[in-house]
């Protein structure tokens, strides 16, 4: 099957990168693919209270601090442009349990409130479809040949598999 992203009527996805897990964790990277296929993607200045680093962590998305402070974008930044691209949407996450948390504390830290929903990709899937998702996550990984654990790469493949599900959906519906 085709890569190629056809985004009628496919959601905005969006994901994070963080610090490490638990306590004191704080986003270092968001991206995300709007319904229409447009991709943003910026590295998150830390500010002052956020001093939790996890060196796995950084193994898996190959982030460093020094990078962060070096050329990431101030939070006030990061949510004003959020804000202004996914005004009235709801935004879809693979990471609810996470991703939630690390949003709002970037949010809070701006000292801005999202105008945009966040909610858990599951909801979109049916009970077959989740147990396969990680497989075809995977799968579409390789298929890109997309090695980096980036935000914005890490949204497309989650567009990029929902939208093969629904074209697996469609073909099955019209048999």
């Given at each position: 099957?085709?890569t190629?992203?056809h985004t ?6 969006l ?7 638990g ?20 590295l ?6 956020w001093?939790?680093w996890?060196?796995r ?9 020094e990078?962060?402070l070096?050329?990431?974008r101030?939070?006030?930044w990061?949510?004003?442009e ?9 935004v879809?996450?693979?990471g609810?349990g ?13 000292g ?10 599951r909801r ?15 799968q579409m ?18 567009q ?16």
């Open positions: 099957m085709s190629e992203l009628a009527s496919l959601p905005a996805i994901d994070l990168e963080a610090s490490g897990f306590r004191g964790s704080y986003p270092i990277e968001v991206g995300f693919v709007d319904g229409q296929g447009r991709s943003f993607c910026s998150i200045r830390p500010v002052a209270d001093q939790h996890d060196e962590a950084q193994a898996l998305h190959g982030i460093s601090r990078a962060l070096a050329h990431g101030p939070p006030e990061i949510a004003a959020m804000n202004a691209r996914l005004a009235g949407q709801t879809y996450c693979d609810w996470n991703d939630y948390p690390w949003l709002a504390r970037m949010f809070d830290a701006a801005m409130q999202p105008r945009f929903r966040l909610d858990d990709l979109l899937l049916s009970e077959d479809e989740a147990a396969g998702w990680h497989g075809l996550t995977e990984r390789r298929e890109l040949k997309t090695e980096r654990h980036r935000a914005s790469s890490d949204a497309r493949i989650l990029l598999a929902l939208q093969r599900l629904r074209q697996q959906r469609a073909g099955t519906a019209a048999l």
